[in-house]
């Protein structure tokens, strides 16, 4: 990173993945042309999981190649009379790759629910149970990741 000052602590950056909601996902789509798509995810141990429909362009361009970057923006604050955002944002590089063992793929989906309907087991339960099959897990093994914010925020 050039602005070294800007960067925040790994520390900081796991605090960003684990508190954030939804990020933008970017991997290598048709014709060599990059393609982002928001999601929700849930980070834990080293990994973000997300959940996929079973077909599809992200599918696709995740068969074909598993290195991809995921970016949350966990702060952007306009401040027009200055010209500039207050940010604070976390770049994650690895791999991604479906989770093909049942058992794994339950773990990750349980993992997500409780992330966004925590405690709602009987609800969660009749999720799984009504879409389990008709759709994917997906696991993003964290390679390196790296986090920055505006410099105004450095000297608060």
């Known amino acids: 990173m050039r602005r070294k000052r800007q960067e925040l602590p790994q520390e900081e950056c796991i605090k960003i993945l684990e508190n954030a909601t939804a990020g933008v ?14 999601i929700s995810y849930v980070y834990r141990d080293g ?40 940010f604070r944002s ?9 989770i093909e063992d049942e058992q794994d793929k339950l773990a990750a989906l349980r993992l997500l629910g409780e992330r966004y309907n925590p405690g709602d087991h009987a609800g969660l339960q009749h999720e799984i149970d009504k879409s389990f099959n008709h759709l994917l897990m997906l696991r993003l093994d964290i390679e390196h990741l790296s986090g920055k914010e505006a410099i105004e925020l450095v000297r608060a």
């Open 90 to 98: 976390v770049i994650v590089f690895g791999r991604i790759h479906i």
């Open 47 to 86: 990994a973000i999981f997300f959940h996929s429909a079973v077909t599809g362009h992200k599918v696709d361009a995740i068969r074909a190649e598993d290195k991809c970057s995921f970016t949350v923006i966990e702060q952007d604050e306009i401040h027009p009379d200055e010209y500039t955002s207050y």
């Open 25 to 38: 996902l970017c991997v290598l789509g048709d014709g060599g042309y990059p393609y982002g798509v928001p």
